[in-house]
Nanobody, 125 residues
Framework: VQLQASGGGSVQAGGSLRLSCAAS??????????MGWFRQAPGKDREFVAA????????YYADSVKGRFTISRDSAKNTVYLQMYSLKPEDTAVYYC?????????????????WGQGTLVTVSS
C-alpha cells in the first residue's frame, strides 16, 4: 500500500490543523487492518499518536493527545484524517501516517508495515 500524507503547516498555540493520508494499492478488507499516525520531534523517537481500525472505526489515542486530536477515515476515498485542536508547542514534529495489520491494538512503529513520507507540523508559542 502507498500512503501520501498532507496538511502540515505552521500554527500558533491553540490553533488547529487537519492532516490527511490517502492510501492506494490495496483494498482494506481485513478486520485487523489499521491506519495510524505517529510523530517524531527532533532528537526524539517516533511516537504513537492515534490509530483507527478500518472496519468498525474503533479509535485509539496517546494520552498526550486524547481530547484534542480526532482520527477518522473516509472509506470511499481510502483516506484517514487527523484533526488536531488546541495545538501546543510540544506537538511540533514530523507526522507520519502508517498502515498495517495487527491482532492487538497497534501502538508501536513495528506494528505498521507501510509508511507515508511525513508532514511537518510546527506550533509556535
Amino acid at each position: 500500500v502507498q500512503l501520501q500524507a498532507s496538511g502540515g503547516g505552521s500554527v500558533q498555540a491553540g490553533g488547529s490543523l487537519r492532516l490527511s493520508c490517502a492510501a492506494s494499492g490495496r483494498t482494506f478488507s481485513s478486520y485487523y487492518y489499521y491506519m495510524g499516525w505517529f510523530r517524531q520531534a527532533p532528537g526524539k523517537d517516533r511516537e504513537f499518536v492515534a490509530a483507527i481500525r478500518w472496519k468498525g472505526e474503533n479509535t485509539y489515542y496517546a494520552d498526550s493527545v486524547k481530547g484534542r486530536f480526532t482520527i477518522s477515515r473516509d472509506s470511499a476515498k481510502n483516506t484517514v484524517y487527523l484533526q488536531m485542536y488546541s495545538l501546543k508547542p510540544e506537538d511540533t514534529a514530523v507526522y507520519y501516517c502508517a498502515a498495517g495489520s495487527s491482532v492487538e491494538i497497534p501502538t508501536a512503529p513495528r506494528d505498521f508495515g507501510s509508511w507515508g513520507q511525513g508532514t511537518l507540523v510546527t506550533v509556535s508559542s
